[in-house]
């Protein structure tokens, strides 16, 4: 067995100690109402098993992470896959450090989902060890992504912690415009993270059935001469077309569900091969999403805010709003550091220019002047509660389409990073 092979099982060890770690914090956390002689020692013993769990989890992950360098010979941060895991270990690192600091069993309730729907996000893409390209042959990329990174996952412990917060302090009882208006809005961002749960789970089952239909799609771009060349391309789908590429013709495809041909085709305005395969994911995430959220919905039968909302009664919102601050505020400025000033020094090394407008550094600008806009509205405008557990979860977001949305949708200079 080589050290490739051998990360690939350290990472699947990881991932399934990270589900039982999950596991063991909800057990932990909803096990008290079952237990309410012992509620506290129910808690902080299953909370211990769930941490010892966790860290083994993270164990593998480290074991993962550096066999994988050792055996593709350079860092594994070069492509979606290879970050994404980092990311995934990063917030782990970050989780751990903020919960020795505040002993919240039930951060690990929100951070543990993250982490594994991040990892499982990363099975999505190809495995393989890929040769660097030459912008990538270079130090800074390992001091750029690597400090981007854990910059990141700081922030996303603020997003769980900020997330818990609101879920704490909305009132799921009353029936107020502005108590409905908050109900919607959480319920909204729980949907969200159901619906990437949706995503990953359709990809794995139609790599299962090795699902796939492919189309060629006629382009005609206007050459220099004045003429019309056209030019033919092939696209690959691996789930049932819903949206075929505009201007194109079907050479395969298999029927799903007596589905024997793609419903419509993509817009004329969809520039590029994989526009359309692309907007195809998006329609069949929100459908996948909405029936695993419709099924919660039917079996916890209440919304999932208003099902996770008593589990928190017992924490003090101020803890939690605490917790989301000072993980912001590490993660602030490290991420200053990794994604602006190292990604300008890589830029100048590998482009001959500091800055440029590519859609990476435009959003990963859009981050920072976001998280900073936090930081001005906290400290000196007095933003706390609910505001600034608003703007936690917020500023997530944006850091998830700056993640994934930049790299698979806009093309730009770190198009090679969702390869």
Same mark, same amino acid.
């Given at each position: 067995?080589?050290?490739?092979?051998?990360?690939?099982?350290?990472?699947?060890?990881?991932?399934?100690?990270?589900?039982?770690?999950?596991?063991?914090?909800?057990?932990?956390?909803?096990?008290?109402?079952?237990?309410?002689?012992?509620?506290?020692?129910?808690?902080?013993?299953?909370?211990?098993?769930?941490?010892?769990?966790?860290?083994?989890?993270?164990?593998? +992950?480290?074991?993962?992470?550096?066999?994988?360098?050792?055996?593709?010979? +350079?860092?594994?941060?070069?492509?979606?896959?290879?970050?994404?895991?980092?990311?995934?270990?990063?917030?782990?690192? &970050?989780?751990?450090?903020?919960?020795?600091?505040?002993?919240?069993?039930?951060?690990?309730?929100?951070?543990?989902?993250?982490?594994?729907? /991040?990892?499982?996000? !990363?099975?999505?893409?190809?495995?393989?060890?890929?040769?660097?390209?030459?912008?990538?042959?270079?130090?800074?990329?390992?001091?750029?992504? #690597?400090?981007?990174?854990?910059?990141? !996952?700081?922030?996303?412990?603020?997003?769980?912690?900020?997330?818990?917060?609101?879920?704490? #302090?909305?009132?799921?009882?009353?029936?107020?415009?502005?108590?409905?208006?908050?109900?919607?809005?959480?319920?909204? &961002?729980?949907?969200?993270?159901?619906?990437?749960?949706?995503?990953?789970?359709?990809?794995?089952?139609?790599?299962?059935?090795?699902?796939?239909?492919?189309?060629?799609?006629?382009?005609?771009?206007?050459?220099?001469?004045?003429?019309?060349?056209?030019?033919?391309?092939?696209?690959?789908?691996?789930?049932?077309?819903?949206?075929?590429?505009?201007?194109? #013709?079907?050479?395969?495809?298999?029927?799903?569900?007596?589905?024997?041909?793609?419903?419509?085709?993509?817009?004329?305005?969809?520039?590029?091969?994989?526009?359309?395969?692309?907007?195809?994911?998006?329609?069949?995430?929100?459908?996948?999403?909405?029936?695993?959220?419709?099924?919660?919905?039917?079996?916890?039968?209440?919304?999932?805010?208003?099902?996770?909302?008593?589990?928190?009664?017992?924490?003090?919102?101020?803890?939690?709003?605490? /917790?989301?601050?000072?993980?912001?505020?590490?993660?602030?400025?490290?991420?200053?550091?990794? &994604?602006?000033?190292?990604?300008? /020094?890589?830029?100048?090394?590998?482009?001959?220019?500091?800055?440029?407008?590519?859609?990476?550094?435009?959003?990963?600008?859009?981050?920072?002047?976001?998280?900073?806009?936090?930081? +001005?509205?906290?400290?000196?405008?007095?933003? +706390?509660?609910?505001?600034?557990?608003?703007? !936690?979860?917020?500023?997530?977001?944006?850091?998830?389409? #700056?993640?994934?949305?930049?790299?698979?949708?806009?093309?730009?200079?770190?198009?090679?990073?969702?390869?």
């Amino acid at each position: 067995m080589n050290l490739i092979d051998f990360s690939s099982y350290a990472f699947i060890f990881a991932f399934f100690l990270y589900c039982f770690a999950f596991l063991f914090y909800v057990v932990a956390i909803a096990g008290k109402k079952w237990n309410n002689r012992n509620a506290a020692d129910h808690e902080r013993r299953w909370g211990r098993i769930a941490f010892a769990t966790a860290g083994a989890g993270l164990g593998g +992950h480290l074991l993962f992470f550096f066999t994988r360098w050792a055996g593709g010979g +350079h860092i594994p941060t070069s492509n979606m896959y290879e970050f994404m895991t980092f990311l995934g270990m990063a917030i782990m690192v &970050a989780f751990i450090i903020i919960y020795l600091l505040y002993r919240k069993p039930i951060l690990g309730m929100f951070a543990l989902p993250l982490v594994i729907i /991040i990892v499982a996000y !990363a099975s999505v893409f190809p495995q393989e060890v890929q040769p660097l390209i030459p912008p990538l042959q270079s130090i800074w990329l390992k001091i750029h992504v #690597t400090t981007a990174a854990a910059g990141e !996952a700081f922030l996303a412990v603020g997003f769980a912690a900020g997330l818990i917060y609101l879920l704490r #302090t909305i009132d799921y009882g009353s029936a107020s415009k502005q108590a409905r208006r908050e109900q919607f809005w959480a319920e909204f &961002a729980l949907f969200m993270i159901v619906v990437a749960c949706g995503f990953i789970i359709t990809v794995f089952v139609f790599r299962g059935f090795g699902y796939e239909a492919v189309f060629t799609r006629e382009q005609v771009p206007v050459a220099d001469s004045g003429q019309q060349q056209s030019d033919t391309s092939q696209v690959k789908y691996a789930m049932p077309p819903i949206v075929k590429p505009y201007n194109s #013709t079907e050479v395969a495809m298999e029927p799903f569900l007596g589905m024997k041909r793609p419903l419509f085709e993509a817009p004329s305005w969809m520039h590029g091969v994989g526009a359309a395969r692309k907007l195809n994911t998006v329609i069949w995430s929100f459908i996948s999403g909405g029936i695993l959220y419709g099924l919660l919905r039917l079996l916890l039968r209440r919304k999932l805010g208003a099902a996770i909302h008593p589990l928190t009664k017992d924490i003090d919102p101020q803890d939690l709003d605490e /917790i989301s601050y000072r993980a912001i505020a590490i993660g602030f400025p490290i991420f200053t550091l990794g &994604a602006l000033i190292f990604a300008m /020094i890589w830029a100048n090394i590998a482009w001959s220019r500091f800055w440029g407008w590519d859609p990476k550094e435009v959003w990963a600008l859009i981050t920072w002047l976001y998280y900073s806009a936090y930081l +001005h509205l906290r400290l000196s405008k007095g933003w +706390h509660g609910k505001a600034s557990a608003w703007l !936690a979860v917020i500023g997530f977001v944006i850091i998830m389409f #700056t993640l994934i949305g930049v790299n698979l949708v806009i093309a730009g200079l770190h198009s090679y990073a969702g390869v």
